[in-house]
């Protein structure tokens, strides 16, 4: 009966491997393409199959997607649109992360007249289609004169990821024990020394699940780049889109891959290095019910 039992584990335990096996090569293998693609010159591409190994080390496509390939009229590569979106992503996931705390706090610990009905409104904002806000977005841009413009862009995001990050931080301050913040009360503290002293330290799963949340989203957003940026302040994503379709007399896919990936490398190294918090993030959500 063991020995049977036993032979069923190992069986089950090779099944799954091997599921997880092919799922991992069916999802890397356009990444690898990508990577192998980049490393070639253009004889290498016409010569070899999609899937064969460069000859060498070949960075010059990268080169040529960083600082030199045409996106349309200008030919200075990705690189401004890097930094535009570097610039447009970092105060807009750090200032939506800090607002969605503060509202979760509040519509969680700080209950008031009217609080559910508001939380209602913010939770609609979660499932409305983006496409719905771009008009009256351009209008209320222009009215603030922030039309074409990073800090524009930084408005849009802040506006448009506030129902997500207040969600996920009102869920997990539901589940703080209000004695807790009676015994705080009792003992003087106050509004935000309660959110400094005691909410926020407790705080660092459900925030590193927002920070990579947010930061993926404005990071790879292509709607509202392309909307509401100008010549000077387009992202990445938009820059990305403008070099693969700026035509030429012969199609350069080594470019084109390298592009791409540096395009989503920000977003990989984020989750290589933050992943693990992620994950413990929503586990520790979860566990709190």
Not at 67 to 96: K, R
Not at 167 to 189: E, H, I, Q, S, T
Not at 228 to 241: C, E, M, Q, R, Y
Request: hydrophobic content about 55%; overall charge positive.
């Amino acid at each position: 009966m063991s020995t049977k039992f036993f032979s069923i584990h190992i069986l089950s335990r090779a099944v799954l491997y091997a599921t997880l096996l092919i799922g991992a090569v069916f999802f890397l293998a356009p990444l690898y393409v990508m990577v192998v693609t980049s490393l070639k010159d253009a004889d290498e591409i016409r010569q070899n199959s999609l899937v064969s190994l460069p000859g060498g080390v070949n960075l010059d496509a990268w080169r040529l997607a960083w600082d030199s390939a045409c996106t349309g009229a200008q030919c200075s590569g990705l690189e401004p649109f890097f930094w535009n979106s570097v610039w447009m992503t970092i105060p807009a996931v750090l200032i939506s992360t800090t607002w969605g705390a503060l509202n979760g706090y509040v519509l969680s610990l700080w209950k008031f007249r009217g609080s559910e009905t508001l939380f209602a409104f913010l939770l609609f904002g979660v499932f409305m289609p983006f496409q719905v806000v771009l008009l009256p977005m351009s209008q209320v841009l222009g009215w603030l004169g922030l039309s074409s413009s990073i800090m524009g862009l930084i408005l849009v995001h802040l506006l448009a990821g506030l129902p997500s990050t207040s969600l996920f931080f009102r869920n997990y301050y539901a589940a703080v024990p209000k004695d807790l913040l009676n015994a705080a009360r009792m003992d003087g503290a106050g509004f935000w020394m309660i959110f400094f002293r005691i909410i926020v330290p407790m705080s660092t799963p459900i925030v590193m699940v927002t920070l990579i949340w947010q930061f993926t989203q404005i990071w790879n957003d292509f709607l509202f780049g392309v909307a509401f940026s100008g010549a000077d302040s387009k992202p990445i994503t938009v820059g990305l889109n403008n070099l693969a379709n700026t035509t030429s007399s012969v199609k350069a896919y080594n470019v084109d891959m390298a592009a791409a990936l540096i395009a989503g490398l920000p977003t990989m190294l984020v989750y290589v290095v933050a992943g693990r918090y992620f994950v413990r993030g929503l586990t520790a959500g979860a566990v709190k019910g």
